[in-house]
């Protein structure tokens, strides 16, 4: 038996070892539905990239349709309250005077709203998401329309808990690094556009939220295909799988050596 899983893991290693080893590059963009212009300029950036749909917007539902026609991941953009009281509220936003009914309610319609959907991230929600005791039923009600969806925390607050109560719930989870567009100017875009680059180059990966803004869409129409020849792009939801498989492959060696000491 265990020179049988000591050839398992050898074959594990040949495998891992032949995989695309270059850092990963994996890039949403958020607030797709108010312009139809700018929607598809993004959806139709070449690489496996992520779109975000709010629900709701005039053009939600078309771009979901023209983002999945092009073998893009579309995703749904949950409206969630803000910490500014001045923030756009978006219709059925889930906010802190609901209970656990309302918030699941207010869940599932808005996640039938989007055709296509593989995961969820939230839209402002920098006032919801630093509560527990919120996040979890918006957790467990994802899970519950569909187990297999995967929830990304864009963490609009340092305080936020929606990445650990998702993965308490269950749900595949990982978190945003970098803010493409905090700053909607050329200069401070490309900045950040050169820091997302710089992270995955010392972790391996990073992940990059943007918005369909005109300079925003410059840079990244200027850039992106240089980058594909240090970097692969990928889509959250392989992501989060290939961070689960190179999590395992870091310490296959440590493995392997037990195996064999155990096996002599």
């Known amino acids: 038996m265990l020179r049988h899983w000591l050839f398992l893991l050898l074959a594990f290693a040949g495998a891992s070892s032949a995989q695309d080893q270059r850092p990963v590059l994996s890039l949403v963009i958020d607030d797709l539905g108010y312009s139809f212009e700018h929607g598809k300029a993004v959806i139709e950036l070449d690489g496996d990239h992520t779109y975000a749909v709010l629900p709701g917007a005039s053009y939600s539902e078309k771009l979901a ?3 999945n026609l092009l073998n893009k991941e579309v995703i ?3 409206p969630m309250q803000s910490i500014s009281s001045s923030a756009a509220h978006e219709p059925g936003a889930l906010n802190e005077t609901m209970d656990e009914d309302q918030l699941s309610h207010n869940v599932h319609t808005l996640l039938a709203k989007i055709p296509f959907i593989r995961g969820v991230n939230n839209h402002m929600g920098s006032h919801l998401t630093e509560f527990d005791f919120l996040m979890r039923p918006v957790m467990d009600s994802i899970r519950s329309y569909n187990p297999s969806f995967y929830f990304l925390d864009s963490r609009t607050s340092p305080r ?10 269950g749900l595949s989870s990982i978190s945003r690094d970098i803010f493409l567009d905090n700053d909607a100017n050329s200069t401070a875009i490309q900045l950040q556009y050169n820091i997302w680059l710089e992270r995955a180059r010392q972790r391996g990966s990073a992940i990059a939220i943007g ?3 005109a300079p925003t869409i410059e840079v990244l129409q200027k850039n992106l295909a ?3 020849a240090e970097f692969q792009f990928m889509r959250v939801s392989r992501l989060i799988q290939e961070r ?8 296959w060696r440590e ?3 037990k195996l064999a000491a155990d096996a002599q």
Do not use: I, M, N, T
């Not at 808990?161 to 993965?167: D, G, H, I, L, T």
């Open 65 to 67: 349709r023209h983002a």
């Open 76 to 78: 749904l953009h949950l």
């Open 160 to 169: 936020s808990v929606a990445y650990s109560q998702a993965r308490e719930a």
């Open 211 to 213: 918005h369909p803004y």
């Open 226 to 228: 240089a980058a594909g």
């Open 244 to 251: 689960q498989l190179r999590g395992f492959s870091l310490d």
């Open 255 to 257: 493995q392997l050596s």
